[in-house]
């Protein structure tokens, strides 16, 4: 009895370890036609980038308002804004996370494939069903979720448990870095930011973690900052600090099947591996002053 028990666990684990590599493979292969196709069509029209009958169809974003006493907030500005216009559930709470894949879609114009796996990885990090259950946006700031430490706008967990609080000084440190023309961020102060941060981060957080994945996915968030957000210093300025899609905003990506994975690691690659402060030692050499 206990031998075919182990037997069934064993072909249980078997079983849906091949699915996990199935559904991984048709991701890469789904990411890679997105992109062919991406490039075989023309470019969404500016104005048009968000499809017609959805919020912000040319530039016209529902009524933006600030939270209020109970409604729940996570460390990512673009979640939090897409609630705060009523996209999402103006109190932050009970979302299916297939709903948050179709609202990513539409707002920022990311591919399917990004929609899908980045819900579907915070439902597995959350222990949660993605095709069935449901969330509150603070629940994603479970440490090393979505949530990381040395984000540029955002404190650490260990400085700031409540993480959807925004940091004007990480935000305003942040937007006078530019250096682009007409005030533009560019991947160069990204990069620079970025290595500031960690630096920073690891003398002050004594239980400062930073993992390779985690490294990827910071720059990963960071790139959006100029590949869909469009980098523009005014408008980044509304959407960090206040949270809201300034009226007229819209993707700055425009290719019909949104940001692949494939497109934006095109960026994401670069911007990590620009940050100097990995590589010239004094990143390793941080401690926390006793």
Known sequence: MAALTILKRVAQEIVSEAITIAVRLFIVAWDLLLTFINHALPQR???????????????RWPQYVAPGEGDSRSSCPGLNAMANHGILPRDGRNIRFTELNAAIREVYNFAPTFCFLVPKHAADMLARNYWTDRFDLADLDAHNCIEHDASVVRHDTYHEHDQSKISQQLVDELLKSATGPRGALTYADLSRVMGKRRVAAKKTNPKYSFT?????????????????????????????????????????FRRPMGLTFLEH??????????????????????????
């Open 265 to 290: 690691v095109a960026t994401v690659v670069p911007l990590e591996f620009g940050i100097k402060e990995e590589v010239d030692g004094s990143l390793a050499a941080a401690r926390v002053d006793p």
């Open 45 to 59: 029209p500016v104005g048009r980038v968000v499809p017609k009958g959805h919020p912000g169809y040319n530039g």
């Open 212 to 252: 390779l994945f985690q490294k990827l996915f910071a720059s990963w968030n960071c790139s959006t900052l100029i590949k869909i957000l469009g980098g523009d210093p005014q408008d980044l300025g509304v959407i960090l600090r206040e949270e809201r899609l300034p009226d007229g905003w819209e993707p700055s």
